[in-house]
């Protein structure tokens, strides 16, 4: 049995990368360099904002509800989900996201591959230095193959 290439972890409820742009506020929990590259485990923290049409190239998506109640849109199905639930966003589909109540709600995401933390990176970094946000999203998703559709 040959060792593994990355190393046990541990993170609290008050750990993990920060990152806030605009009124979004984005924890990543674990991140490529921590999981070999496996996958990325995003938390998403009240005030949580509306996400539009949009299609990743390269990532699956499944989200775990915390709190609030959601509406997820995935190739023209659409799924409710509450505190408890659980949706797949598979890669190349269109879909987007709301909250039955704007800004409530708690969310867990995983993607995989890993790697999509870095789309959030290059949001909060533009918005500490100042940056114009319509740069840093359209530099964003071309860097991380997402399109969005509305």
Avoid: K, N
């Amino acid at each position: 049995m040959s060792a593994s290439p990355v190393a046990p972890f541990a993170v609290s409820s008050d750990e993990g990368e920060r990152l806030v742009f605009g009124e979004t506020t984005i924890v990543v929990r674990a991140a490529a360099d921590t999981t070999g590259g496996s996958f990325t485990l995003l938390e998403e923290p009240p005030p949580l904002l509306d996400t539009s049409t949009h299609v990743h190239s390269r990532e699956d998506e499944m989200y775990y509800v915390l709190e609030g109640d959601h509406v997820f849109v995935c190739g023209g199905q659409e799924f409710e989900v509450g505190p408890g639930g659980v949706v797949f966003l598979p890669r190349g589909v269109p879909h987007a996201h709301r909250r039955r109540v704007l800004g409530v709600g708690r969310l867990l995401c995983i993607l995989t591959p890993a790697g999509l933390e870095g789309f959030f990176q290059i949001l909060a970094q533009a918005t500490q230095s100042g940056g114009p946000m319509e740069e840093a999203y359209a530099r964003a998703s071309q860097e991380y193959g997402i399109t969005w559709l509305a």
